[in-house]
């Protein structure tokens, strides 16, 4: 069993469709972690991710981690802490970051309410995110889920939750809070690659009773 199954360091895991990656093997930030087995599908060009991670600036910091097996289509965006402009004062315009003088607005302002940071953007494993949906700084998106096409992601998703809409909201939730409970303690993505090539038809089923079973 244990040659069974892509190889996760792969760039190309379908080598005659390579506008599909294996997404960890083609990230260069640093500040942009992925785990093994998520893909994204490009209808242009894969490497068109990183530039789809917007206002990623180095000097603020924040993160992108996604988990595995996670199935991401073209054109999502994640938008980053770098986007943030302050809202309570009349103008909304970031003068301090052009200097020669304007900067001084710092001397007399807190960075941190003036420019707020909402924290790593932070997708759980097993999630899907269709076409084109964009997600907000900060948010976090539970193991399980689904981001309809066209959704953007302005607040955290719960676990199995399947949203939609702008802004998203949760349309119903794949399983019930009980069997959700269960199988996030089940958490089959951290399982070795040959126990999960073991159990697939049980991972693609709807006995929970049975993969629970093995999960142990």
């Known amino acids: 069993m244990t040659n069974i199954g892509p190889d996760a360091t792969e760039r190309y895991p379908m080598p005659h469709h390579q506008k599909l990656v294996f997404l960890k093997n083609i990230i260069t930030n640093p500040n942009i972690e992925v785990g093994d ?3 994204y ?3 242009d060009d894969p490497f068109n991710f990183e530039r789809n991670v917007l206002y990623h600036f180095d000097f603020i910091g924040d993160k992108l981690a996604i988990g595995k097996f996670c199935a991401i289509a073209s054109g999502v965006k994640f938008i980053m802490n770098g ?3 302050e809202i309570s004062p009349i103008s909304t ?3 301090a970051i052009f200097g020669n003088g304007w900067e ?3 001397e007399v302002a807190n960075l941190t309410a003036k420019y707020p940071h909402k924290g790593d953007t932070i997708i759980g494993n ?3 995110i269709g076409y084109n949906a964009t997600i907000m700084p900060g948010i976090q998106i539970g ?3 689904i981001i309809a096409s066209q959704a953007v992601v302005t607040k955290d998703v719960p676990a199995y939750a399947v949203v939609g809409g702008n802004p998203a909201q949760v349309i ?3 399983f019930s809070d009980a069997v959700i409970e269960r199988l996030l303690k089940i958490a089959w993505w951290n399982w070795d690659v040959a126990k999960i090539s073991t159990h697939l038809k049980l991972i693609n089923s709807v006995d929970i009773d049975a993969l629970e079973a093995v999960g142990g």
């Open 37 to 39: 087995f998520t893909y």
């Open 41 to 43: 599908d490009d209808f």
């Open 83 to 85: 986007a943030n402009h």
């Open 93 to 95: 315009y970031p003068f």
């Open 104 to 106: 001084k607005i710092n």
């Open 126 to 128: 097993d999630v899907w």
């Open 143 to 145: 193991d399980g889920a």
């Open 172 to 174: 119903r939730k794949r």
